[in-house]
């Protein structure tokens, strides 16, 4: 009894995989990473985008704070959207990489983006993320995740059934219209009985 309960008391807290967002110093590539832990998250992001250096800095991507700690990585939320910096890289606001020979861009009511992504490369089709943003003040995103084949399979095999169910009852209701019409035209074909004419005797 007492090595179980030692055995139970020091076993370390094992936390579930959650969704990330990681992106480079210049946000010119952008991955989705499932880690449950600050050291998973670097190592699959580093081999996500593809980065040589083992040196790197992971920040915040909306206002640049370090995530160097197991205990502060813990408390950020899902689909968090992380920066990843090499050494030399400076973390940057969003925006401040437009290139100066491009147009100034105008100011829209509605801006809506799509950001299709894959939590897994076993994932068919991955996620996608819609962003929409109004008068560049309000922003609500949305994220649809389609990875599971068999879930997909699932509801294409209801979308067809259903289809082939209304198909049916349209198949009925005009096969019925049209044996109506026949016997309506048939109906009209058949010539009526004419009045015999009777012989008058003088």
């Not at 209304?166 to 026949?182: E, I, P, S, W």
Request: charged share 20%; proline share 5%; hydrophobic share 35%.
């Amino acid at each position: 009894m007492g090595s179980q309960t030692k055995k139970v008391l020091f076993t370390p807290l094992m936390h579930p995989a959650r969704p990330f967002r990681v992106s480079n110093h210049d946000r010119s590539s952008r991955r989705g990473v499932m880690a449950s832990s600050l050291q998973e998250l670097l190592s699959k992001t580093l081999d996500a985008l593809v980065v040589p250096s083992q040196l790197v800095t992971l920040v915040l991507e909306e206002d640049g704070t370090v995530v160097d700690t197991e205990e502060f990585f813990q408390t950020l939320g899902d689909n968090t959207h992380l920066m990843v910096l090499e050494q030399g890289q400076k973390w940057t606001p969003a925006g401040s990489h437009t290139p100066a020979r491009w147009p100034p861009q105008r100011r829209g009511i509605a801006k809506v983006t799509f950001d299709l992504y894959k939590l897994s490369p076993k994932d068919v089709i991955g996620c996608l993320n819609v962003k929409a943003t109004m008068y560049e003040m309000y922003s609500v995103s949305y994220d649809i995740h389609c990875t599971g084949f068999k879930a997909m399979l699932r509801s294409l095999l209801r979308f067809l059934s259903h289809a082939a169910q209304v198909t049916g009852q349209c198949l009925v209701h005009m096969g019925t219209y049209m044996l109506r019409v026949l016997a309506e035209t048939e109906e009209q074909a058949v010539p009526g009985s004419r009045p015999r004419r009777g012989i008058k005797s003088g």
